[in-house]
DNA sequence: TCAATACTTGTAATTATTCCAATTACAATC
DNA sequence: GATTGTAATTGGAATAATTACAAGTATTGA
């Protein structure tokens, strides 16, 4: 009950956040937040909680939701809406945008020129603009080149 | 089944993409399109439904979910998701981006420049990129109005 | 007209998420 | 170190959105 652990970079940041917004840093905030840094693929709130499970296995899903709400509120994290399927969460708060593949389903973060600033839009008057997202679909490396590769499988095995 | 209705531009344009994918031109269909053309403001699923029973209340739920995936296949409708709520649905399909009011939660259509193309990404090598969708979050010109003190003075058409 | 098939309908089931009330943990103070 | 007020976690119930299904109805083509 009392191995100290390193105060990393995580800790840091996660700590620095919450305080900005009077919350506290709790090993579960702490531990969905490893979760989501771990692996940046875009999980859902349960896919989220299932590796949240591996390591810390009374955890609940209430919680991870209460974590994950937490954790965008403060800055840490993005929600991501695709589709109809559940929201997923990004860690990667660096400037980019979101391609997801037709085929197989994955999302991929894709880097954002920096510095390229906003799309040439033109805003009707009086609106005003806070934030944008560029979405972008299309087939993923791996997907593409099993269509190209391999003769179009029109009949493909069923999904 | 008597009364033949003018084939107006309307009911060419689903016949022929209804056609194209061997799919059947019937009241329902016709009727859920008219609903979504009638008033552009990306209704949910529901809000079709609201509004599709004025004229026929016998439609069921379940037939404006089926009537609107079959729209959204044929390409005569897109579906937009946003946030967590409902997901919506949008008759304009010409190119264009999406502005979601922080305040309302209003859905605008802002259009694209024409021949503006895509905006300069820098897509890592082996994407095949089919489409990207712009998504922009802010104050409408209403709320933006409200928010500034600004009596409503500029904007003024409401959704 | 009749059969084949597509479409609609009502309802049940599923999925994703939120809500809530009861604990439990935490931080500050005594 | 105990006390206390507050915040966070938990499990389960409730809700919202959507999908699945089985039965009836409409439409098309022969």
Redesign the interface.
Known sequence: MSKKLPIDFLDERLNQQLAKTGLRFTVQRRHVYSVLLAKRDHPSAEEVFIRAKEKMPDISMATVYNCLDTLVQCGLVR?V????GA?RYCSNMAEH?H?YC?ECGGA?D????PG?GQ????????????????????????C??KQTGVRRSVSSSAP
Do not use: K, Y
């Open positions: 929600q809406n695709h589709e109809r929201t945008h391609f037709d991929f894709i880097d954002a020129e390229s799309p040439e839009i033109h805003m009707p008057p009086g609106f005003v603009m806070n934030h944008f997202e560029i979405t972008l679909r299309g087939l993923c490396p791996e593409a080149a």
